[in-house]
């Protein structure tokens, strides 16, 4: 199975509410929200008001990626204000396995995500405590990048770390996936797939549609 999982990063915020409702209609089963602090990532996104205000109206899982430093700062609130599953940086953190079991704790799937030039073997030691590991394909911090092609070798390793180990971890890969190079992903093993900047500029529902029906 499956998972496409657009990222409002690329919403119009003017128009957010609007937008949301367009992809959950169109019948995606997950929402990706990114979370910029400044620190581990150049750029600062967004955080607890827009999640707040998004869940309120919003039935789909909603996945949030912390590109923050020390996360394990934010998790209560997150998960008190509607995060269905919290990513954390295999990077970014200094006590990462406290900060997943946390995380599952108070009721949240978790993941681990690991940056272009970081090594699959980076999230090894984490593999029990985790729902799903993140290959990123682009460098954190901003959409609409060039996927790096680099990544597939990797997208492929964690997948047959997941098949002969892990069965039930889902591979999530982030940035700079199209509709060009979906299938690609998808054969080399990743099955939650954030599309920002390709669902959301231009005919949203028309495009989360072509993706559904190549997915
Ligand atoms: C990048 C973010 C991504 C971003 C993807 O740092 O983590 O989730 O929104 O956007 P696109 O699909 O435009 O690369
Ligand atoms: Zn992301």
């Known amino acids: 199975m499956n998972y496409l999982c657009p990222s409002i990063l690329a919403a119009d915020f003017w128009e957010l509410g609007r937008q949301v409702e367009i992809v959950e209609r169109a019948g995606v089963p997950y929402l990706h929200v990114d979370v910029m602090d400044g620190m581990f990532v150049p750029s600062i996104s967004f955080g607890m008001p827009i999640l707040a205000s998004v869940r309120k109206r919003c039935g789909l899982f909603m996945d949030v990626h912390m590109m923050v430093a020390d996360p394990e ?54 593999m029990d405590l985790v729902d799903m590991v993140l290959v990123m394909t682009v460098r954190p911090g901003f959409g609409g990048q060039e996927y790096i092609i680099d990544c597939i070798d990797k997208i492929k390793e964690v997948r047959r770390v997941i098949d002969q180990r ?50």
């Open 73 to 126: 700062r934010y998790i209560e609130e997150l998960i008190r204000l509607g995060a269905d599953g919290i990513t954390i940086h295999v990077e970014a953190c200094d006590c990462i396995p406290e900060t997943l079991t946390r995380i599952r704790e108070l009721g949240a799937k978790t993941g681990i995500a690991i940056n272009p030039e970081t090594p699959v073997s980076a999230v090894l030691p984490y």
């Open 166 to 215: 892990y069965p039930d971890v889902k591979l999530e890969i982030d940035g700079g996936v199209t509709l060009s190079n979906l299938e690609m992903n998808l054969a080399a093993g990743a099955n939650v797939i954030v599309t920002g900047s390709a669902v959301f500029k231009g005919d949203i529902e028309a495009n989360v549609r072509e993706f559904l029906k190549r997915m």
